[in-house]
C-alpha cells in the first residue's frame, strides 16, 4: 500500500500469478491456489485492491475455477490465461458465457484476431479488455470497437475496451514469437528492452493518437503491465510516459482523468474511482 501512495495510485487491480511458459502447465489445483492468493492478498484493502482471477479455459473445471473466484473468494472479474486460444473454442465460449452471467469483466490477450470476437456480442453483459491497444492487431481492434460506437452503444455498454500496459509477461512466450505477430504495433507496446526507442516511441504515439479519434477515452484505459513486485519508481513511469504521451496529444484533463480512472471503473463496475490523488 505505501508504494501505492508514494505513486499516487487510489486503486491497483492485480492479476493471480500465471504459470511460467517454461514450466508444464499446473496440476488442477493451481487456479484454486493461485486465486486463493489473490483473494487474501487483497482482502485487507478492498477499497484499494481488486483481484482479477486466473482462468484457463483448457481446464476441465474451468467453469467451476470461474464461479469459486467470483462467488466464494469476491474476486472482481477473470484474467484469461495469455497464449494461443480463440473466441471460437467451445470451452473459451463457455468462460465468456460464465463472465456475462455472472456480471464479471475480463482481461484477455491472445493470438486470436479481433473479429474473432465477434460472436460474443451475443453476450450482453460481457466487458472484455485487451492489452496494448489490442496489438499486434491495433487496426483491426479499433474497428472492431467502432461497430458498437455505429449502432449506438455507449462506450460503457461496449463488448471492447483497450488498455495502455506495456511488456505484459505473455509477449515473452512462444505463442508470440512468429512473424505472424510481429508488427509495428507489437514491437511499440511488447518489449520494455525497445521501448525508449525512437522507432518504438513514434509509433506509440500514432496508435494512442488514433486511439483516442477512433474509440475514444471512454474505451480506453490506463494498465502499468507491471509486476507485483513492481517499485513506487516504476509505477510512476508507467503513468508517465501516458501523460508525456497526452501533453503531445493536448490531451484535455478530463479525458485523462476517463483514462486513467473512468473507463476502469466502470469496467469493474467501481464508478467512484479517481486519480487524483
Partial sequence: MRKLDQADIDLAVLLAPTPSRNRPLPDATWPANVNGWLARLISHHRD???GLAFVDPHYRDALAHVRYAI???ELDGLALAPGAWSPRDPRVTAVFAQADALGVPVLCQTTARPHEFESLRAFSRLRLTQPQLGAPWCDEALAFGLVDRSRGVA??????RLDLSIAAPAFDSPAFDSPAVDSPAARAFASRAAFDSPAAREHRLA?????????????IQFGSGLQL???AAELRGARRWVNDV???LAVSEDNRERVFAGTAGHWLMRDAVTSDR
Wanted: aromatic share 4%.
Fill in 229 to 231: 513486485t513492481a517499485s
Fill in 71 to 73: 462467488e466464494a473468494l
Fill in 155 to 160: 462506450p460503457e455498454d461496449a463488448l471492447l
Fill in 48 to 50: 484499494r485492491l481488486a
Fill in 246 to 248: 497526452f501533453d503531445e
Fill in 207 to 219: 496508435l494512442v493518437a488514433k486511439a483516442l479519434a477512433v474509440i475514444g477515452p471512454r474505451s
